[in-house]
Structures are given as structure tokens and as C-alpha cells.
Nanobody, 127 residues
Framework: QVQLVESGGGLVQAGGSLRLSCATS????????MGWFRQAPGKEREFVAT????????SYANSVKGRFTISRDNAKNTVYLQMNSLKPEDTAVYYC????????????????????WGQGTQVTVSS
């Protein structure tokens, strides 16, 4: 099993920056695809960004391209989401997710593509 713990959320002003972290435990994730999703009240969970541990590939939702950056630190078994130029519409609970790579890379994955999930961390952007 895989455990994921997000941290780094909080309240920031529009235009500000925030870095989220996703720490893993239980086992190493060298063969796992990692992703970030977010969910605002009353809305469906939506894809934000994804990264392949082995392939060095990344993909982003159109709404965050140019503003968010997903990265990884294999030695620390940690995935990051650097969020810049934050907007009020970025306000949501952000979730880290993981799934074992099975040979297919998704440019726009859905929640169903990920088996393991963290508890979420709240990000609130004020205007």
C-alpha cells in the first residue's frame, strides 16, 4: 500500500505563490505516476498536473499552464506543486494521487486513473 500526505496549503493573496508537497510512505514510488487534483465546493474533482517518476514527463491542465509546476525528488519520495500567480479561482482542496505506471501516459488523466490518494490540503486565494 501507498500513503500520501499533502502539506503546504494555506491562505494567500491573489498574485502570490504557494508550494505544495506530497510526501509518500509505505513503499518507494519509482515506478508510479503522480498527480495533483483539486476540488472546490460544489464542483467535481479536476485534474491539475501529473508527472512520471521514470519518464520525466509532465502535463498540466490548461487553466494552470504557465503558472504551476509539478516536480519530484526521488531521494525524498516527495512530489511538489509550485503555484505562482495564484487566482481566486484556484481556491480548492488539493489532492495528491499516485498510480503504478502500466505503460500508458495520460496527458489529461482523470481521478479514475489513480488508485492512491492523500487527505488533501486547503488552498485559499483571496482577491
Amino acid at each position: 500500500q501507498v500513503q500520501l500526505v499533502e502539506s503546504g496549503g494555506g491562505l494567500v493573496q491573489a498574485g502570490g505563490s504557494l508550494r505544495l508537497s506530497c510526501a509518500t510512505s509505505g513503499r518507494t514510488l519509482s515506478s508510479y505516476t503522480m498527480g495533483w487534483f483539486r476540488q472546490a465546493p460544489g464542483k467535481e474533482r479536476e485534474f491539475v498536473a501529473t508527472i512520471s517518476w521514470n519518464g520525466g514527463r509532465t502535463s498540466y491542465a490548461n487553466s494552470v499552464k504557465g503558472r504551476f509546476t509539478i516536480s519530484r525528488d526521488n531521494a525524498k519520495n516527495t512530489v511538489y506543486l509550485q503555484m505562482n500567480s495564484l487566482k481566486p479561482e484556484d481556491t480548492a482542496v488539493y489532492y495528491c494521487a499516485a498510480d503504478q505506471y502500466r505503460g500508458t501516459w495520460y496527458l489529461s488523466p482523470t481521478s479514475r486513473h489513480f488508485e492512491y490518494w492523500g487527505q488533501g490540503t486547503q488552498v485559499t486565494v483571496s482577491s
